[in-house]
């Protein structure tokens, strides 16, 4: 298959306190983003959203960097990264993740996915389930609630208004180089995605993170519905005030939840967060493992 490789192009200064790096995958020149690795630290690997690079995601990415080895690549065909000669879809963008964990030797990681980012970590999981430690899915998209896209312009547009203006600094290039056929492919098969039936076969612990303000997710009193419809293994958060970009608008609350998750910790807000936003838990599954200590309560 003939591949189209991005220009090595580096910014006139760092974007980001995380490395900035180039692989080669399948061909396709991949940029990426990693933490100097601490000791026998977890692997943590975070995925951008629909027409969107990883810049957005380095919020939260860095917050954790103390703690996981962290990874943030340019998905194929998105950001700086190279992309095939037929646009991807879901299911190529999971395989995709998989082999670039391979070039890193990366043998079983923490996924943190944002939008379409969140159904890519669903379908990786379909396929690999023995290198997903657990799965992070914050404001996950896709599915009969974004269709058609003149709806789900519609939801982008008021979403656009909610996030913080330096948004736009980081979408606008980034949705501009991804271009409008990849749009409607990708669109397609991300709203064709059976993202309920995959998040109901996980077998690992998930975080759920949805943003009270979010205009591409339903309620949270249907999100919750869906939770519960079964056992499972699936923490459900309302962060309030968040829209739909939660690791770039609220990376200290994110952060907080997510080292909360890793540790079995009950979920409680951050007095440290900069942010003046609320933590909710909303769902808890009953396979999830239990609280480890006793001496913080669950958030209210």
Known sequence: MGTKAAPRRSPRRPESSLAERWTTVDGIALFYRE??????APAMMHLHGFGLSGRYLLPTAERLADQFHTLVPDLPG?????????????????????????????????????????????????????RIE????????????????????????????????????????????????STFKMFRSLTQYPSLERLLELHVPTLVVIGERDPLMPGATRVQEVAAA??????????????????????????HLIRLFMADRPIVDDPASPGHASLTEIHRGTHLPPHQGTSQRPGS
């Open 35 to 40: 933490s100097p690795q601490p000791p026998d």
């Open 230 to 255: 079964t056992d499972n293994h699936v923490l459900l958060v309302k962060i309030e005030g968040a829209a739909h970009a939660i690791n770039f608008s609220h990376s200290g609350e994110l952060a």
């Open 134 to 181: 657990r799965a992070v899915l914050v404001s996950p998209a896709g599915g009969v609630y974004n269709q058609p896209l003149g709806r789900a312009v519609g939801q982008l547009t008021r979403d656009g208004g909610r996030e913080p203006p330096r948004m736009m600094k980081v979408a606008v290039p980034d949705y501009l180089r991804f271009g409008v056929p």
């Open 78 to 130: 998105f950001g700086r990264s190279g992309r095939a000669a037929n646009a991807l879809d879901v299911p190529d963008l999971a395989h995709a993740a998989a082999r670039f964990l391979d070039d890193r030797g990366i043998e079983k990681a923490t996924l943190v996915g944002n939008s379409m980012g969140c159904p890519v970590i669903l379908e990786f999981a379909h396929h690999y389930p023995e």
